[in-house]
């Protein structure tokens, strides 16, 4: 499978604890997006990576979220101190900058957090 | 898996029929569209996608028209199948790849055999 990969798919914890999903994108892809989505919702941005650079934080992303993409291929999102709001699907998805084929900007399947 | 969008517009059409689904888009800025299908527990899948300086564009099945004066896109799927049956999004985004996107609200296509 070369598709956009997450890790893990379903997360429960705890109000307070820290947690980590990790993402691993198209390897030839050098753009990595991370989202939110909320049931009844489109996906909403957080963050962007172009190689091990991010490039931009939605005001969404809270001081208690950190993004990272310390070599430029798999990304991690951790949450800090987890609050019930923070509960929804984070999806990861990649693409090329150069133009290219349009079905380039893949999503992968999405972590499912749920804070009890 | 659970649904997605339990609050979103529901078309519901009989099997063989065409289906029309619309968006409204907010950015007139925005010169790249894309819609995904999204099924329950799983991330966004692509679809079909257009640019602003094209009104109409067609793959296999569905066509995507793209009207700028009043923002606005449409998917249309021929022959609709049960396995179209899922939540619909049409994103935006300014340069044409490698942006980020801005998702609309979603419909959700239910296919009645």
């Given at each position: 499978d070369t598709g956009v990969s997450q890790d893990p798919r379903h997360k429960i914890t705890k109000r307070g604890q820290n947690v980590t999903f990790r993402c691993d994108p198209i390897?030839?892809?050098?753009?990595?997006?991370?989202?939110?989505?909320t049931l009844g919702q489109g996906p909403e941005f957080l963050t962007y990576f172009q190689n091990e650079a991010q490039l931009e934080k939605s005001r969404l992303l809270s001081d208690r979220f950190s993004a990272e993409r310390p070599k430029g291929s798999f990304s991690t999102l951790e949450i800090q101190r987890t609050e019930q709001g923070d509960s929804a699907m984070y999806l990861c998805a990649s693409s090329l900058t150069r133009g290219g084929q349009g079905d380039g900007y893949t999503f992968g399947s999405g972590t499912r957090l749920t804070v009890v | 898996g659970e649904s997605v969008g339990l609050h979103l517009p529901t078309l519901s059409v009989q099997e063989g029929d065409n289906s029309i689904i619309n968006c409204a888009y907010s950015n007139s800025a925005s010169d790249y569209f894309?819609?995904?299908?999204?099924?329950?527990?799983?991330?966004p899948q692509f679809i079909i996608d257009i640019r602003s300086n094209?009104?109409?564009?067609?793959?296999?099945?569905v066509t995507v028209l793209l009207n700028k004066t009043v923002k606005h896109l449409s998917l249309q799927i021929a022959a609709t199948q049960p396995g179209d049956s899922a939540v619909y999004f049409c994103a935006e985004t300014r340069k044409w790849y490698g942006n980020k996107l801005v998702f609309g609200a979603g419909t959700i296509l239910r296919v009645k055999s």
């Amino acid at each position: 499978d070369t598709g956009v990969s997450q890790d893990p798919r379903h997360k429960i914890t705890k109000r307070g604890q820290n947690v980590t999903f990790r993402c691993d994108p198209i390897s030839e892809h050098n753009r990595l997006y991370w989202y939110r989505q909320t049931l009844g919702q489109g996906p909403e941005f957080l963050t962007y990576f172009q190689n091990e650079a991010q490039l931009e934080k939605s005001r969404l992303l809270s001081d208690r979220f950190s993004a990272e993409r310390p070599k430029g291929s798999f990304s991690t999102l951790e949450i800090q101190r987890t609050e019930q709001g923070d509960s929804a699907m984070y999806l990861c998805a990649s693409s090329l900058t150069r133009g290219g084929q349009g079905d380039g900007y893949t999503f992968g399947s999405g972590t499912r957090l749920t804070v009890v | 898996g659970e649904s997605v969008g339990l609050h979103l517009p529901t078309l519901s059409v009989q099997e063989g029929d065409n289906s029309i689904i619309n968006c409204a888009y907010s950015n007139s800025a925005s010169d790249y569209f894309i819609w995904y299908k999204q099924e329950s527990g799983k991330g966004p899948q692509f679809i079909i996608d257009i640019r602003s300086n094209m009104d109409k564009r067609q793959g296999q099945r569905v066509t995507v028209l793209l009207n700028k004066t009043v923002k606005h896109l449409s998917l249309q799927i021929a022959a609709t199948q049960p396995g179209d049956s899922a939540v619909y999004f049409c994103a935006e985004t300014r340069k044409w790849y490698g942006n980020k996107l801005v998702f609309g609200a979603g419909t959700i296509l239910r296919v009645k055999s």
